[in-house]
C-alpha cells in the first residue's frame, strides 16, 4: 500500500524559503507521478507542480513556475517541493498525491489516488 508522509510545512515572512518532504513508504518512484497540491480556505485544490519519476520530467503552475522547485530522491523514495520567494498568496494546504504508473500527462486532483495527510504553509506579509 501506498503510504505518503508529508513534512516541511510551518510559517515563513515574504520572499522566505521552504522545503516540504513527501516519503512515500510503500511504492518506488521507479516510473510515477508525484504531485503538489494546495488548497487555500474557500479556494479550489490546485496542482502546483508535478514530477514523472521515470524521466525527471517535471510541471509547474504558472503561479510558481521560477519560483518551486520539484525534485526527487529515489534511493529515499521522496519527493521535495522548494518554495523559494515565498508570498502572501502562497498560503495553503499543501498536499502531495501520488498515481503510480502514470508519466503526468493528466494532472488534475481527480487524476491521483494515493493523497497525504496535508502540511500547512503560511507565509506573512
Known amino acids: 500500500q501506498v503510504h505518503l508522509v508529508e513534512s516541511g510545512g510551518g510559517s515563513a515572512q515574504a520572499g522566505g524559503s521552504l522545503r516540504l518532504s513527501c516519503a512515500d513508504s510503500?511504492?518506488?518512484?521507479?516510473?510515477?507521478?508525484m504531485g503538489w497540491f494546495r488548497q487555500a480556505p474557500g479556494k479550489v485544490r490546485e496542482g502546483v507542480a508535478m514530477?514523472?519519476?521515470?524521466?525527471?520530467?517535471?510541471y509547474y503552475a504558472a503561479s510558481v513556475k521560477g519560483r518551486f522547485t520539484i525534485t526527487q530522491d529515489n534511493a529515499k523514495n521522496t519527493v521535495y517541493l522548494h518554495m523559494n520567494s515565498l508570498k502572501p498568496e502562497d498560503t495553503a494546504m499543501y498536499y502531495c498525491a501520488a498515481e503510480p504508473h502514470s508519466s503526468c500527462t493528466f494532472r488534475r486532483a481527480d487524476d491521483f489516488r494515493f493523497w497525504g495527510q496535508g502540511t500547512q504553509v503560511t507565509v506573512s506579509s
Open positions: 510503500g511504492y518506488t518512484f521507479g516510473r510515477n507521478c
Open positions: 514530477i514523472y519519476t521515470g524521466a525527471a520530467s517535471t
